[in-house]
T-cell receptor, first 114, second 111 residues
Framework: NAGVMQNPRHLVRRRGQEARLRCSPMKGHSHVYWYRQLPEEGLKFMVYLQKENIIDESGMPKERFSAEFPKEGPSILRIQQVVRGDSAAYFC????????????FGPGTRLTVL | AQSVTQPDIHITVSEGASLELRCNYSYGATPYLFWYVQSPGQGLQLLLKYFSGDTLVQGIKGFEAEFKRSQSSFNLRKPSVHWSDAAEYFCAGGGNEKLTFGTGTRLTIIP
């Protein structure tokens, strides 16, 4: 059973461009979470999605950031008009439904904004 | 508000020595608690987790952690560290919705 997959692993964008980060959850997992890790910091929750629904986006910046988890295909975290402060590692995690479940993390996408 | 605190930013121990990494939490109810390890440039690997029941939890790689409600702590321990244990360690807490992470403790191992 493959783990959580994220691509690309590294992404370089110039200021003003768009960044699209993809996350394929583990087989059988219907819950996806996105976290951001700024340099020398811990992970900060961004958004929690289930298939076709955003459950909690309390950690998402109000502008330029969006996320989706369509019925088919990977979850996408989209950052429009990137700025240097968006440079970070973005981690996706997935989980099954139910109580007492753990989140399984992907390897992350490291975004560098020039 | 929920919070997780790791008071030690950086710890250095000798190979073969014992280790304890501190973690304190602040939650309204007993949270689910986790310890993750991250090697440079890598993702997070789960070391152990606490949901309920026995307060002493065994994990992978010889790690264990003890949940102490009276101290709001979930400290990670290992009786004898190996050079390969050098990494960043994150404590996290939460329910099924999202995890709140501490700021991490960087562990350095000296020969």
């Amino acid at each position: 059973n493959a783990g959580v997959m994220q691509n690309p692993r590294h992404l370089v964008r110039r200021r003003g461009q768009e960044a699209r980060l993809r996350c394929s959850p583990m087989k059988g997992h219907s819950h996806v979470y996105w976290y951001r890790q700024l340099p020398e910091e811990g992970l900060k929750f961004m958004v929690y999605l289930q298939k076709e629904n955003i459950i909690d986006e309390s950690g998402m910046p109000k502008e330029r950031f969006s996320a989706e988890f369509p019925k088919e295909g990977p979850s996408i975290l989209r950052i429009q008009q990137v700025v240097r402060g968006d440079s970070a590692a973005y981690f996706c995690a997935s989980a099954t439904s139910g109580r007492e479940v753990e989140q399984f993390f992907g390897p992350g996408t490291r975004l560098t904004v020039l | 508000a929920q919070s997780v605190t790791q008071p030690d930013i950086h710890i250095t121990v000798s190979e073969g020595a014992s280790l304890e990494l501190r973690c304190n939490y602040s939650y309204g109810a007993t949270p689910y608690l986790f310890w993750y390890v991250q090697s440079p440039g890598q993702g997070l690997q789960l070391l152990l987790k606490y949901f309920s029941g026995d307060t002493l939890v065994q994990g992978i790689k010889g790690f264990e952690a003890e949940f102490k409600r009276s101290q709001s702590s979930f400290n990670l321990r290992k009786p004898s560290v190996h050079w390969s244990d050098a990494a960043e360690y994150f404590c996290a807490g939460g329910g099924n919705e999202k995890l709140t992470f501490g700021t991490g403790t960087r562990l350095t191992i000296i020969p």
